[in-house]
């Protein structure tokens, strides 16, 4: 925790640097270079906030799932208990616990004896993450044996399914690394294979004035329609040694579910902002009578190359006011910094930076969130951002994130298969409520 404080104080200070900077009245070349410099090291900053975040909110699921199901001894949940070694000699050795497994590699500078009961013990740790295993004496050769929860009957698949509390945190990994998701309005497919939308495609016409004994003119314009979600598959394949798995000194497989994790996240986000909705989301960026048709781009108030003053009034009024409550600007961080240099007719800056730990910077006195994966190419006629209420925007998940262990399979090659899955797919579904921010 000290070292979040540390951070969100580290971005305060440099949010009133970017403050004094951009106030002050002549501003030398000097200036602008250390202003761009303090909103770089902002965005850094940000980013390594969240990774602590994240990394504490694994440690707390890890403490947790302890506590519940317990580790080591089975009378005494989340205790360590002490264990004949294999071999028969006598020697002993502390049952790891889940919360500790990070900790538990071999030391280079161990001897070869204990290096190897180290590293034993490591192993018997990622079993435990990983399968949720259940230990339990061979009084026929002194040693252990592995209970895994398996599918299917398949002798040559040996298809391995990670326990809930693991799929639970990978999807939370997948939540935190990307924004749309965090924002969107998400449903859970489970018993259909898509998911219909009604919509009001056309209201009725404004009621007429009329006289005690009429009803007024019969309205033909109101039509009502439908839009499908269909969850697409998603997938991934990673193959990892055998040996390397024994003997790496970091944990391999966290290692890979990590970066599986942050892949996942990274391929919804790309196609929630610019999917052509081909066999995968609809994205925000993308003109689409589905969608958000061009009929929502504004570009009338910016340049060719760039996003003016103007250009964002025009898009934050031709949004209705009852979004504000919800809406967000969505920027890349290259936008941002074009933004954050515009000032209003009485020199105020549009761009707020925070300087209150866990509030978002401003514009215009709306939200920001900044996202890699926004168009950012300055060029005529090209969607750079948007302004938006993004819960109009709908996620269908048919199959959660979901890890499969595949041993069996790849067994002549000494090596064993991790795949990801799931099954997702989104779309606006309410045109009105974006606005695309767009260059002349």
Do not use: C
Request: hydrophobic share 35%.
């Amino acid at each position: 925790m000290n070292r979040i404080t540390e951070l969100r104080a580290q971005r305060q200070t440099l949010a009133q640097e970017a403050n004094t900077l951009r106030s002050r009245d002549q501003r030398t070349a000097e200036d602008d270079t250390r202003y761009d410099a303090v909103l770089e090291e902002i965005t850094r900053v940000d980013q390594e906030i969240a990774r602590e975040e994240r990394y504490l909110d694994s440690e707390r699921r890890d403490a947790e799932f302890m506590r519940q199901h317990g580790a080591g001894n089975g009378n005494n949940p989340g205790g360590s208990g002490a264990e004949p070694l294999p071999g028969g000699d006598g020697e002993t050795r502390q049952t790891p616990q889940l919360v500790t497994v990070r900790s538990l590699a071999p030391s280079p500078a161990a001897d070869g004896r204990r290096a190897a009961l180290d590293l034993e013990a490591y192993v018997d740790a990622e079993a435990r993450t990983w399968f949720g295993e259940l230990r339990s004496a061979n009084p026929r050769s002194g040693g252990y044996q592995y209970r895994t929860l398996q599918v299917g009957s398949d002798p040559e698949g040996g298809y391995l399914v990670r326990p809930e509390q693991f799929v639970a945190r990978l999807i939370q990994a997948v939540d935190d690394q990307v924004h749309i998701r965090q924002v969107a309005t998400v449903f859970q497919v489970a018993e259909a294979s898509s998911m219909g939308v009604p919509t009001l495609d056309t209201d009725p016409d404004d009621a007429d004035w009329t006289s005690e004994l009429l009803t007024g003119n019969e309205d033909t314009a109101m039509r009502f329609g439908k839009r499908s979600l269909k969850p697409n598959p998603l997938a991934k394949r990673i193959k990892l040694s055998r040996t390397l798995l024994r003997l790496a000194a970091l944990p391999s497989e966290q290692i890979v579910i990590g970066r599986l994790a942050y892949k996942f996240g990274i391929s919804q986000e790309k196609a929630f902002l610019t999917g052509d909705g081909a066999d995968k989301p609809l994205g925000l960026f993308t003109a689409s009578s589905d969608g958000v048709s061009t009929g929502r781009d504004v570009s009338e108030g910016n340049t060719t190359t760039s996003i003016q003053f103007d250009g964002l009034q025009e898009a934050k009024y031709s949004l209705k006011a009852q979004y504000w409550p919800r809406a967000r600007w969505l920027f890349h961080r290259n936008a941002v910094k074009q933004v954050s240099k515009l000032k209003d007719g009485e020199g105020r800056y549009l761009w707020e930076p925070s300087v209150r730990a866990g509030q978002p910077d401003l514009i215009l006195g709306h939200p920001l969130l900044v996202s890699e994966y926004v168009p950012a190419t300055f060029t005529t006629g090209l969607y750079v951002g948007m302004f938006a209420d993004f819960a109009q925007y709908w996620i269908a998940d048919s199959l959660a994130m979901e890890m499969q262990r595949l041993v069996e399979l790849y067994a002549e090659t000494n090596q064993v298969g991790f795949i990801g899955r799931m099954e997702t797919d989104g779309m606006p579904v309410l045109e009105e409520a974006f606005v695309r921010v767009k260059l002349a």
